[in-house]
């Protein structure tokens, strides 16, 4: 098992462009999950989702949308970059107990 | 789900135990422990879970006072490869499984 895959692994956007970081788990978890880490700090969640088709927000999710149309796929989409997201992002997938995480898409908006 | 709180830094030698503490004051009956750890870039790695009882598997040791209201992650024989964050959550099982709520952690360096 590949576990939790994340395209690309950096990027780097302009103010206002829009993209899509992509994130596929082969685990078949009903759950996954996106969060953003900032500079020392810890995890902040994005959006989330239960199964396919569900999807909810977390903490922090201004600027991000969410959809689930497979078990197997979770994407994240940047409408219109701001600086403010510069950050890394992280996609988990999980059981009801533990989580799996990819290894994370590094973002720089200029 | 219950706040948690950790020392900013620890220190430990190569070799020998590392004890993390939490103080998960305000924890509630149906609420688990969890801790992750995070190396340096990487996402963060599940390492242990418990509820009341102390638990153990390959890679650490969790133990949970009786009272619940603090725990300690026990590394048993530190190598340097386990310099990360560590963190602690709290958790009910009744929270949706795609969701954790992560403090600032406890950077462990371990010294050769």
């Known amino acids: 098992n590949a576990g939790v895959t994340q395209t690309p692994k950096f990027q780097v956007l302009k103010t206002g462009q829009s993209m899509t970081l992509q994130c596929a788990q082969d685990m078949n978890h009903e759950y996954m999950s996106w969060y953003r880490q900032d500079p020392g700090m810890g995890l902040r969640l994005i959006h989330y989702s239960v199964g396919a088709g569900i999807t909810d927000q977390g903490e922090v999710p201004n600027g991000y949308n969410v959809s689930r149309s497979t078990t197997e796929d979770f994407p994240l989409r940047l409408l219109s970059a701001a600086p403010s997201q510069t950050s890394v992002y992280f996609c988990?997938?999980?059981?009801?107990?533990?989580?799996?995480f990819g290894p994370g898409t590094r973002l720089t908006v200029l | 789900d219950a706040k948690t709180t950790q020392p900013t830094s620890m220190d430990c030698a190569e070799g020998r135990a590392a004890n993390l503490p939490c103080n998960h004051s305000?924890?509630?009956?149906?609420?688990?422990v969890y801790w992750y750890r995070q190396i340096h870039s990487q996402g963060p790695q599940y390492i242990i879970h418990g509820l009341k009882n102390n638990e153990t598997n390959e890679m650490a040791s969790l133990i949970i006072t009786e009272d619940r209201k603090s725990s300690t992650l026990i590394l048993p024989h530190a190598t340097l490869r386990d310099t990360a964050v560590y963190y602690c959550?709290?958790?009910?099982?009744?929270?949706?499984?795609?969701?954790?709520?992560f403090g600032e952690g406890t950077q462990l360096t371990v010294n050769p």
């Open positions: 988990a997938s999980s059981t009801r107990d533990t989580q799996y």
């Open positions: 959550i709290v958790r009910s099982l009744e929270t949706s499984g795609s969701r954790l709520t």
């Open positions: 305000t924890i509630s009956g149906n609420e688990y």
